[in-house]
């Protein structure tokens, strides 16, 4: 599967992940200067069009920085992970805009996929879900991540629930309520009243300008960590890859696990996804969610977790009896949006018009 979509992606996203890797790599190091669009070009064998395209992403990414009539410069670092250098010292402001959302999804869209569920499915809609969610769900979810985001899971490690708060409890019951949990500071109060709800104990960590500040990981004694690395809700940060990776090395030295919660990510600005930390980790200690409240409708209170494989016999055995919150027709439903290629087209014009009125964030 991965070689066939190799065949189909785009020049520029194949120089990209060339580029990217051999940042990760350590080919070209921290500080160093990429090569010019027009060699790199040349070197490739493709446009300066293309090219630039690709520096874009890194730049998008935070791999990558353009400094005017200098060229573009490599970012990301690894070498002082936990090091003690540290962010300023300065104060966050919150944004000014709320939480609540209104979805601008095509209605007859979302209606005509309504009436093919009643039509292909009949009365099956009736029926109680399997525990982990509908089979057809879970699969259109699958193959949905592989191509957006990376994302590499099998139907198996895709549970669906009725929303990330509940998907939150889940997370918690899975992991142990006997853990502390570090969350952003400033964070969605929702998620750390979830947490303190079900007698976990929530370590807040101070933020700075790329994500939770070094100092904060380094002083908690938290072995989960909750993040939103895409847009902090209130803060609108977004993490870059050196912090991303930051957070996946800090999570292999504690044995600890972290809980990215990608909210609103499908509706980034840039022409592609931003890596999660689920697709930049291999050691297995990711739980990813996300939701489809932003990208359908806030009604449809509908979420997902993905889970790493070394989770999946401990959930089972902890939490496979719990009955599937979501109604079988919903669920349906939102598989044919995915199949039919409705709900990337909605999600392709949301970026398509974010990009031409230079809004970045929720």
Same mark, same amino acid.
């Given at each position: ?41 040349? %070197? ?227 022409? %592609? ?90």
């Amino acid at each position: 599967m991965q070689n066939h979509a190799k065949k189909k992606m785009p020049v520029y996203m194949l120089l990209y992940t060339q580029v990217k890797n051999d940042i990760i790599s350590g080919a070209y190091p921290y500080g160093s200067r990429l090569p010019s669009k027009r060699t790199m070009a040349e %070197k490739s064998g493709v446009s300066v069009i293309s090219v630039e395209h690709a520096y874009e992403l890194l730049c998008d990414e935070g791999y990558a920085d353009a400094r005017e009539r200098s060229g573009y410069f490599v970012i990301y670092k690894t070498d002082d992970f936990f090091s003690g250098h540290d962010e300023s010292g300065e104060e966050l402001t919150a944004s000014a805009e709320t939480h609540t959302v209104k979805s601008d999804f095509p209605f007859s869209v979302l209606a005509k996929t309504m009436r093919r569920v009643l039509l292909d499915h009949g009365e099956k809609i009736l029926t109680k879900s399997p525990n982990r969610g509908c089979p057809e769900l879970r699969s259109a979810i699958s193959h949905y991540l592989a191509r957006s985001c990376g994302i590499e899971a099998r139907p198996e490690q895709i549970i669906i629930g009725s929303g990330a708060e509940y998907l939150y409890g889940l997370a918690v019951q899975l992991l142990g309520s006997d853990r502390i949990y570090a969350i952003e500071d400033p964070s969605y109060e929702k998620i750390r009243r979830v947490y303190v709800a079900h007698g976990v104990r929530c370590d807040m960590l101070k933020m700075g300008r790329d994500g939770i500040r070094t100092s904060e990981l380094e002083r908690t004694s938290a072995t989960v960590l909750h993040i939103t690395p895409f847009c902090s809700f209130p803060s609108g940060i977004t993490a870059g890859a050196s912090k991303r990776a930051e957070y996946i090395k800090w999570a292999v030295m504690r044995n600890g696990f972290i809980i990215e919660d990608n909210y609103d990510s499908e509706l980034t600005v840039s022409k %592609k996804n931003v890596d999660t930390v689920f697709s930049m980790s291999d050691s297995g200690n990711v739980i990813y969610l996300n939701t489809f409240s932003r990208t359908v409708a806030p009604s449809m209170r509908v979420g997902y977790m993905v889970l790493p494989e070394s989770l999946l016999d401990t959930f089972e055995h902890k939490l496979g009896f719990y009955s599937c919150t979501v109604p079988v027709f919903e669920q349906y439903v939102l598989a044919e949006l995915i199949k039919n290629g409705s709900f990337e087209r909605h999600i392709n014009k949301v970026r398509r018009a974010r990009r031409r009125s230079g809004k970045n964030g929720p």
